[in-house]
């Protein structure tokens, strides 16, 4: 292709303290279970990060509300950041690999996830 193209590069944060380590087939189907409970006007996922655990945390009135733990490797601050589910679930599924690393650098700027070849912004929401 040809043509001028914007330097995206400056956009994508380097490495972060906070690093979360997961298993990625049991992130992916925790938060498909918690996009269930998605509607227009209650998107948003709240994801707890704590040194051993991952809190995944859905509420939406009239339909019900989800809370599940799972295990994980977490490196940094305790923290909690909003995200919609289907942007997660969109970069953890083109993935093969059993963990996955995200890069965490505070409730309100972006996560990233890295592989070679493979670099995925996600955009925290407000929740």
Same mark, same amino acid.
């Given at each position: 292709?040809?043509? %001028?193209?914007?330097?995206?590069? !400056?956009y994508?944060p380097? /490495? =972060?303290?906070?690093?979360?380590k997961?298993n ?13 409970? #998605? +509607?227009?006007?209650y998107? =948003?996922?709240?994801? #707890?990060?704590n040194?051993? #655990? ?5 509420? +939406?009135? !009239? ?7 799972? &295990?994980? +490797?977490?490196? =940094? /601050? ?8 289907? $942007? ?8 093969? &690999? %059993? ?9 309100e700027? *972006? /996560? ?7 670099? $995925?912004?996600?955009? *925290?929401?407000?929740i």
């Amino acid at each position: 292709m040809e043509g %001028e193209f914007p330097n995206y590069s !400056q956009y994508i944060p380097g /490495a =972060g303290k906070n690093k979360l380590k997961v298993n990625r087939r049991d992130l992916l189907f925790s938060l498909r279970r918690a996009g269930i409970l #998605s +509607t227009s006007d209650y998107l =948003g996922v709240k994801l #707890s990060l704590n040194k051993n #655990s991952i809190v995944i945390y859905k509420n +939406t009135p !009239q339909l019900g509300e989800i809370k599940e733990e799972l &295990d994980c +490797t977490y490196s =940094g /601050a305790n923290m909690d950041i909003g995200f919609n589910p289907n $942007y997660l679930i969109d970069a953890l599924k083109n993935l093969e &690999d %059993e963990e996955v690393c995200i890069d965490f650098f505070g409730p309100e700027k *972006p /996560a990233v996830v890295r592989k070679e070849n493979y670099i $995925y912004l996600i955009l *925290p929401i407000k929740i």
